[in-house]
């Protein structure tokens, strides 16, 4: 199940207060829980459901209906958090962009140094295990990142755009130690495009769990244009 | 470094293309397919229907339920014979030409002009395949293979210490795949040959040196030049 974080406009205390896994449904009755609260909650119940409901139904079948049940919400309060099914689609992959980015940095952080100073192959690898854990940890998540949109939510491709261009930044960064050269123009792009269609093959085929396995094998090829310079 | 005619032809081999004679009926069938790809790819999987199907290609309702179960089966016919052959039509034109990088490169600028020609079905055969899963997308999965182990006939020039990762083809032919949609998502195909130098040293580079994919940046950026001239020459 996509795990549920509240991370804004949380109070300090309370049963909601922020970093806490949320309950998949508010108290019923009066709760005395301040209204903004309860929609974000609510909003956030309905990003994961968007995730998880994708991954039941895929692209061709999934509805409104489908997700506002998930999320334990009414239609009309699906609709009032957002104009259509799309919309959902983009917040959802947006939220999801940001969790897999902070995954990845929290990764390089927590091994004491910048990316730059872990130098040769070191963050890669540390970058790589933490998306690769990310994916098979959320599986859904990690489809909705690595699929090909359909034609209806054109704006997922700005989306997606931006965050292969977060991504690309960080394996660039990657190199920054131990190569002076700047990298050709777009094959850091290139590369990290290549990587979530990779993921998304192995996603489709059912191998979730099996993803962390390949990391070895993603590294030697992402540091191939380092080794191979 | 020859892409070896052998890899190719056991990837033909498993994808055969019909040799019967066509009949009226199996023409009709065949133009209910394409009509399946052409508005899928026009409108999306969702949107599309077996009526707007036949606005397009003509015929009866009946008849086409003579011919596939539902849309979805429809698409999934149409989606592993129009397959087969783009995956044919991709290697043959990398055998025509000697040298493994030079035959990547007709390949993929056999692709490529595939698709700026029929943009519609390329949105179908790479996009809308995504949406629509199942058969069609089980289809798509066996043609990545066959391309990446044509892709992978080069590893038989290079020696153990410099062999690419196991899963090189496979990540290759992701970074196309990912190329051609953009470009399709765009709404301009004609931009994607402004990837063709980047991808071919993408693709240069995960097997063999920097240095060689540099130059291969090069030939193909002077490839996509010819194919301009030849563009603009023709719009004249």
Not at chain 1, 14 to 39: D, Q
Not at chain 2, 52 to 70: A, D, N
Not at chain 2, 75 to 92: D, P, T
Not at chain 2, 141 to 156: K, Q, T
Request: contains cysteine.
């Amino acid at each position: 199940m996509t795990e549920l974080r509240l991370v804004a406009l949380a109070a300090e205390e309370g049963p909601f207060s922020a970093g806490t896994p949320l309950p998949r449904r508010l108290p019923p009755g009066r709760h005395g829980i301040p209204t903004n609260l309860v929609e974000e909650h609510q909003r956030l119940r309905l990003l994961a459901a968007m995730a998880e409901a994708l991954g039941e139904h895929g692209y061709a079948d999934v509805t409104t209906t489908h997700i506002s049940e998930r999320a334990n919400v009414s239609t009309s309060t699906f609709y009032k958090h957002f104009g259509n099914l799309w919309d959902c689609l983009l917040a959802a992959y947006v939220a999801a962009a940001d969790r897999l980015c902070a995954e990845i940095e929290g990764a390089c952080a927590e091994r004491g140094d910048e990316p730059e100073a872990v130098g040769e192959s070191g963050a890669l690898a540390t970058g790589i295990d933490a998306a690769l854990a990310f994916f098979a940890a959320e599986p859904e998540l990690g489809q909705l990142l690595s699929a090909q949109a359909p034609r209806e939510a054109s704006a997922l491709c700005a989306a997606r755009r931006i965050l292969i261009s977060r991504l690309a930044a960080m394996l660039h960064r990657t190199r920054g130690a131990d190569d002076d050269a700047p990298q050709p123009s777009g094959l850091d792009e290139r590369l990290i495009d290549a990587t979530l269609a990779f993921v998304n093959t192995r996603l489709s085929a059912g191998d979730a769990e099996r993803l962390p396995e390949l990391a070895p094998e993603l590294v030697a090829i992402l540091d191939r244009p380092r080794v191979a310079a | 470094m020859a892409m070896r005619q052998e890899a190719c032809a056991a990837a033909g081999e498993a994808l055969p293309i019909e040799t019967t004679a066509p009949t009226p009926d199996s023409t009709v069938r065949e133009g209910e397919m394409e009509g399946a790809l052409q508005v899928i790819g026009e409108v999306g999987y969702r949107a599309a229907s077996v009526r707007s199907v036949l606005e397009y290609s003509g015929g009866h309702r009946k008849q086409f339920y003579e011919h596939f179960e539902s849309l979805e089966d429809c698409f999934a016919q149409a989606y592993e014979a129009w397959a087969k052959r783009l995956v044919l039509s991709v290697l043959e034109a990398a055998v025509s030409v000697e040298g493994w990088r030079a035959g990547v490169r007709a390949g993929l600028m056999k692709l490529f002009q595939t698709v700026v020609e029929r943009p519609a079905i390329g949105r179908a055969l790479f996009i809308e395949v995504h949406v629509a899963g199942g058969k069609a997308l089980a289809t798509h999965d066996e043609a990545v293979d066959r391309v990446a182990d044509a892709l992978d006939s080069v590893r038989n020039e290079i020696g153990p210490d410099d062999a690419p990762p196991s899963q090189t083809g496979l990540f290759v032919v992701g970074g196309i795949e990912v190329c051609v949609c953009d470009a399709l998502a765009d709404g301009d195909p004609n931009r994607i040959w402004d990837a063709l130098p980047e991808l071919m040293r993408l693709i240069t580079v995960s097997y063999l040196d920097a240095q060689t994919a540099a130059e291969e940046a090069e030939a193909a950026r002077a490839a996509v030049e010819e194919v301009r001239a030849k563009l603009e020459g023709g719009s004249r």
